[in-house]
């Protein structure tokens, strides 16, 4: 069975039993406290969480997952094991209060004997220490062998965390064989012989702070089966790399290599390595991963760089990356369409970190393997430099002197890189929600559910209060309502602000955002009276405000279909501010934008909104909007009913924002600035409207001002300007002449007064650089040896200025450093020229003295 058949084979297995087949998801989690979806319950935690009501009872997936960074990482043991990838597929089926044990062990021990056809004699079970029923449904109701049953301890418990849903688990191993191990079933033997493919999850209880637990209401069913730990079964193989989802792509690693496989042990690892890391770096940059230091993006570079230090180690010099992502595009490409879809861009990313890691590889790799040859500890200094200079993740530098038996010094390390790790810690900070704001956010949540929100069609609705959470502290109060017309910040959009009256009451809503998916909170101000449970309320939002933000949201859609024709279909939002008095639009483009491609955006977005078409709003499925070409971005949360906005006839976008009506609402749009805010992505600011009118009116009132400044129509401007630019210079050559003439005239009667060809002078009102010009100039006169000028440019600070014959025996340093610390200043060292200051202009007749006694002695 190949993988694609598996994939059909088990999802098709649920739906025809009730289960809706939901699609993967994003590998870049809603959850905060992952780097990566690494399981295929990810996407299904609200709903176990009761933070969101399920939209099914039961449902099946085939969910992307990665385990490469954070606390699921599996980087370590990659290319060294027959079964550990950082992407793999995870086959599920889940229960949402529905169906439990009594139905979800059959079905499973059906799928894999009846379905996958594979040996129930070979199979074995593990349940935890006290599931009784677990173990008496799969020997009573299944027919499992007693002798294949073992009970584990922690092995077979699973929990979200210190508290909350838990159970117990079961867990489905397959016996490859005496050839791979020791006997003694999964709880004894070998972890190579007896391999887990599948865990069922009894989500029954309800773990307490105190530890203890308690039944849950409606117990729920989360299975997780590795689809790459199924299919070396399937195909008869001893290794995940040698089945049809790896091998071609591993085919490939050795292609470009030039390496066979099964050559050695090290070249060996060096290609699964390559073959796994190829998966990887093209889903993560499907999914909108860039490369970068910081969080998903690190682990992306770590993981290119590894794979490009692997094929380096194999003797190729030249790009690899592009070939491997070609070949997973050709393995899963069917199955995974954004690969396809995306192909090119996901090579022009990948090859660009690849390259500019192999621009410094040889250096570094010459650097690193002095180390290992001299020393038995690479030292903090050059792990850093590897890092800093050479772009060596400081994981990859251990991990190639693990290899060679050599370790790292991590602390000295670790210090040098404290200002980096203290910026990323900054830009990292994750804020929490509080505990008991949670419980009552959920417990509005679990009463009235999700909030009506009315605001597509109506600016105004009468709702009743269903929730207040009291900030005491800050004077404000959140109000929760079953309807609503206000707007919650979300997909970039300011959330509303406006009024609500109840009974007396006055409230002002300063902000509205949601306190969990689906629960809208108008975070307020009471003006006058009081509020209460229960209280029906006219809620009204500010149509003024709002108007304005629809002309902003419906231009980012026309700005973002603008600049995919000037610059290409690789741009992508990568997010966006709609505000009431601009917008912001960041997108994925790996270079500036020149002021050319700017304005033909520009000019494109203003002859749209001039067509004055119409902007639509259709309600479909997300698969069926993708297929008539409507846009949708990663980090968006879609969910089975999604709302297709048509703006005009060019832009079509996933949207959840509200928008005008038709493009001429929007008004005239004005690009402010373009510029980069991070690796790959750039930043476009924005106004419309009466905004942009208002701009457009400033500049052209600073244009009107100018040309009548200068005499001149604004057609006239850049000519006269031009032209006083031309007199400026003439003119400033005028005022070097005389300025010349005049300090030639100065340096004579300077001469004239010379002592023994040393001259000592006070100019004040003199700015430095005209006392410098003079004392060099008096010092080019002949017979003089040295000159010293002192003053005040501006009766606030002190200027002193020396310069010294080559041949007079005199510092000029050396004459000024006295007189420089009595004026509050310094100097340096310096032979034939110096000069300093400071604020000490009373000192300034006692540094002469000092100066004088040093040119002069005591005459």
């Given at each position: 069975m190949k993988s694609d058949e598996l994939r059909k084979a088990f999802t098709e297995f649920f739906t025809d039993r009730g289960h809706v087949l939901v699609p993967s998801a994003s590998l870049i989690p809603h959850d905060p406290t992952i780097l990566f979806t690494v399981a295929g319950m990810v996407p299904f935690k609200p709903y176990f969480l009761g933070a969101e009501v399920p939209p099914f009872k039961r449902a099946t997936s085939v969910q992307k997952c990665m385990r490469a960074g954070g606390k699921h990482n599996d980087l370590d043991q990659i290319g060294r094991t027959a079964r550990h990838l950082t992407f793999f597929e995870m086959l599920g089926n889940f229960s949402f209060g529905d169906y439990f044990k009594e139905e979800a062990i059959p079905m499973a021990w059906e799928l894999v004997t009846e379905v996958l056809g594979l040996d129930p004699d070979r199979i074995w079970i593990t349940v935890h220490l006290e599931d009784d029923e677990g173990e008496a449904i799969w020997r009573d109701s299944v027919g499992v062998n007693p002798a294949r049953i073992q009970r584990m301890d922690e092995d077979n418990w699973w929990q979200m965390g210190e508290v909350g849903p838990c159970g117990p688990c079961s867990e489905i191993y397959f016996d490859k064989g005496p050839a791979y191990g020791a006997d003694g079933g999964p709880a004894y033997g070998s972890d190579e012989r007896f391999l887990e493919i599948w865990n069922l999850v009894f989500m029954q209880f309800n773990r307490q702070a105190d530890q203890s637990l308690e039944p849950l209401p409606k117990p729920s069913i989360d299975t997780g089966a590795g689809l790459e730990r199924i299919l070396p079964i399937l195909q008869g193989e001893s290794s995940v790399y040698d089945t049809d989802a790896v091998r071609p792509i591993l085919e490939v690693a050795s292609e470009v290599t030039k390496t066979k496989y099964g050559k050695s042990d090290a070249s060996d690892t060096a290609l699964r390595i390559m073959a796994d890391h190829a998966r990887s770096m093209s889903f993560l940059v499907a999914d909108g991963v860039y490369p970068s230091n910081e969080g998903r993006g690190y682990v992306l570079r770590r993981i290119i760089r590894r794979a490009a230090l692997r094929s380096f180690s194999l003797g190729v010099e030249k790009s690899v990356t592009p070939q491997l992502v070609e070949s997973v595009v050709s393995v899963m490409g069917q199955a995974y369409p954004e690969l396809t879809e995306n192909k090119d861009f996901i090579i022009s990313v990948i090859a660009r970190e690849e390259e500019r890691f192999r621009n410094t590889l040889k250096s570094g790799n010459v650097?690193?393997?002095?180390?290992?040859?001299?020393?038995?500890?690479?030292?903090?200094?050059?792990?850093?430099?590897?890092?800093?200079?050479?772009?060596?993740?400081?994981?990859?530098?251990?991990?190639?002197?693990?290899?060679?038996?050599?370790?790292?010094?991590?602390?000295?390390?670790?210090?040098?890189?404290?200002?980096?790790?203290?910026?990323?810690?900054?830009?990292?900070?994750?804020?929490?929600?509080?505990?008991?704001?949670?419980?009552?956010?959920?417990?509005?949540?679990?009463?009235?559910?999700?909030?009506?929100?009315?605001?597509?069609?109506?600016?105004?609705?009468?709702?009743?209060?269903?929730?207040?959470?009291?900030?005491?502290?800050?004077?404000?109060?959140?109000?929760?309502?079953?309807?609503?017309?206000?707007?919650?910040?979300?997909?970039?959009?300011?959330?509303?602000?406006?009024?609500?009256?109840?009974?007396?009451?006055?409230?002002?809503?300063?902000?509205?955002?949601?306190?969990?998916?689906?629960?809208?909170?108008?975070?307020?101000?009471?003006?006058?009276?009081?509020?209460?449970?229960?209280?029906?309320?006219?809620?009204?939002?500010?149509?003024?405000?709002?108007?304005?933000?629809?002309?902003?949201?419906?231009?980012?859609?026309?700005?973002?279909?603008?600049?995919?024709?000037?610059?290409?279909?690789?741009?992508?939002?990568?997010?966006?501010?709609?505000?009431?008095?601009?917008?912001?639009?960041?997108?994925?483009?790996?270079?500036?934008?020149?002021?050319?491609?700017?304005?033909?955006?520009?000019?494109?977005?203003?002859?749209?909104?001039?067509?004055?078409?119409?902007?639509?709003?259709?309600?479909?499925?997300?698969?069926?909007?993708?297929?008539?070409?409507?846009?949708?971005?990663?980090?968006?949360?879609?969910?089975?009913?999604?709302?297709?906005?048509?703006?005009?006839?060019?832009?079509?976008?996933?949207?959840?924002?509200?928008?005008?009506?038709?493009?001429?609402?929007?008004?005239?749009?004005?690009?402010?600035?373009?510029?980069?805010?991070?690796?790959?992505?750039?930043?476009?600011?924005?106004?419309?409207?009466?905004?942009?009118?208002?701009?457009?009116?400033?500049?052209?009132?600073?244009?009107?001002?100018?040309?009548?400044?200068?005499?001149?129509?604004?057609?006239?401007?850049?000519?006269?300007?031009?032209?006083?630019?031309?007199?400026?210079?003439?003119?400033?050559?005028?005022?070097?002449?005389?300025?010349?003439?005049?300090?030639?005239?100065?340096?004579?009667?300077?001469?004239?007064?010379?002592?023994?060809?040393?001259?000592?002078?006070?100019?004040?009102?003199?700015?430095?650089?005209?006392?410098?010009?003079?004392?060099?100039?008096?010092?080019?006169?002949?017979?003089i040896d040295a000159v010293v000028l002192i003053g005040s440019p501006d009766g606030e600070k002190a200027s002193i200025v020396a310069a010294v014959n080559q041949d007079s025996g005199l510092v000029a340093s050396d004459l000024l450093r006295q007189a420089a610390i009595l004026l509050g200043g310094g100097t340096g060292r310096q032979t034939e020229f110096a000069q300093a200051g400071g604020k000490n202009v009373a000192k300034i007749g006692e540094a002469y003295m000092a100066i004088e006694s040093l040119l002069f002695g005591g005459e």
């Open positions: 650097l690193l393997d002095q180390e290992l040859e001299t020393n038995a500890l690479v030292s903090g200094e050059a792990a850093f430099k590897l890092h800093d200079t050479y772009g060596f993740p400081i994981e990859l530098t251990e991990e190639i002197a693990a290899d060679r038996g050599v370790g790292v010094d991590r602390h000295g390390f670790d210090s040098q890189m404290k200002i980096q790790k203290e910026r990323a810690r900054a830009a990292g900070k994750e804020g929490g929600l509080d505990p008991e704001l949670a419980e009552q956010y959920r417990e509005i949540l679990e009463q009235f559910g999700t909030t009506n929100f009315s605001g597509y069609d109506r600016v105004s609705d009468t709702g009743r209060l269903v929730g207040i959470v009291d900030r005491t502290k800050s004077g404000e109060v959140e109000l929760f309502f079953d309807r609503t017309p206000f707007y919650a910040e979300s997909g970039g959009q300011a959330g509303d602000t406006g009024q609500i009256t109840s009974d007396g009451a006055t409230i002002k809503v300063l902000d509205t955002t949601f306190a969990l998916p689906g629960l809208i909170r108008h975070r307020a101000k009471v003006v006058s009276g009081s509020v209460a449970l229960g209280q029906m309320a006219d809620l009204e939002i500010d149509t003024e405000r709002r108007a304005a933000i629809m002309r902003n949201h419906t231009a980012t859609h026309l700005l973002h279909w603008a600049l995919r024709e000037v610059l290409g279909d690789h741009v992508k939002q990568q997010g966006s501010l709609v505000a009431p008095d601009r917008l912001r639009f960041d997108f994925s483009h790996w270079a500036p934008v020149s002021d050319e491609q700017l304005s033909a955006a520009e000019n494109l977005v203003n002859r749209e909104i001039l067509s004055n078409q119409e902007v639509t709003v259709e309600k479909t499925s997300k698969s069926e909007a993708l297929e008539k070409g409507a846009l949708a971005f990663f980090g968006d949360k879609y969910g089975d009913e999604v709302r297709m906005v048509r703006a005009g006839a060019k832009s079509l976008e996933l949207c959840g924002g509200t928008h005008v009506a038709n493009l001429a609402a929007i008004g005239p749009v004005a690009v402010l600035s373009e510029s980069s805010i991070g690796a790959n992505t750039r930043r476009i600011e924005a106004v419309t409207g009466l905004v942009a009118i208002e701009h457009f009116m400033a500049t052209n009132k600073i244009l009107k001002n100018a040309a009548e400044a200068l005499r001149a129509t604004p057609d006239e401007l850049i000519a006269k300007i031009e032209a006083l630019k031309e007199r400026e210079g003439e003119l400033s050559s005028q005022v070097r002449a005389l300025q010349a003439r005049e300090l030639a005239a100065i340096s004579s009667e300077l001469v004239k007064e010379a002592k023994k060809g040393r001259i000592l002078a006070r100019r004040d009102g003199m700015s430095p650089d005209l006392m410098r010009e003079l004392t060099l100039l008096a010092r080019s006169s002949q017979g």
